[in-house]
């Protein structure tokens, strides 16, 4: 089992940057899929990011793609979200996730990912 806890969100204007950061507890972290996903207020949870054990997959949402980046340490157990270019579109609160599958395949669906953070808000003004 896995504990996520997310930091680094908060209130930033249009153009601006923010890095996000998820802390996993267990000793097992680097045979977990991460993931990053976000849910805006009346919308679905959405997938944003995702890498694999190794970090050499990487995954976009096209909604992400040329402005974030996801990357993750497996000697300290976290995995990260730099956004660059945030839009008031990007708003929603951002969910850490981690998914505990045999194959080390980054799944963008939400039902795949077996643990979850409690999210963190990013807000971006206009």
């Known amino acids: 089992q896995v504990q996520l806890v997310e930091s680094g969100g908060g209130l930033v204007q249009a153009g601006g940057s923010l890095r996000l950061s998820c802390a996993a507890s267990?000793?097992?972290?680097?045979?977990?899929?991460m993931a990053w996903f976000r849910q805006a207020p009346w919308k679905e949870r959405e997938f944003v990011a995702g890498?694999?054990?190794?970090?050499?997959?990487?995954f976009y949402a096209d909604v992400a793609k040329g402005r974030f980046t996801i990357s993750r340490d497996n000697a300290k157990n976290t995995v990260s979200l730099q956004m660059n270019s945030l839009k008031p579109e990007d708003t929603a609160v951002y969910y850490c996730?981690?998914?505990?599958?045999?194959?080390?395949?980054?799944?963008?669906?939400?039902?795949?990912?077996?643990?979850w953070g409690q999210g963190t808000q990013v807000t971006v003004s206009s």
């Open positions: 996730a981690a998914d505990n599958n045999n194959l080390g395949s980054v799944y963008f669906r939400r039902s795949a990912y077996d643990y």
């Open positions: 267990g000793r097992t972290f680097s045979r977990y899929v």
């Open positions: 890498i694999s054990w190794s970090g050499g997959d990487k």
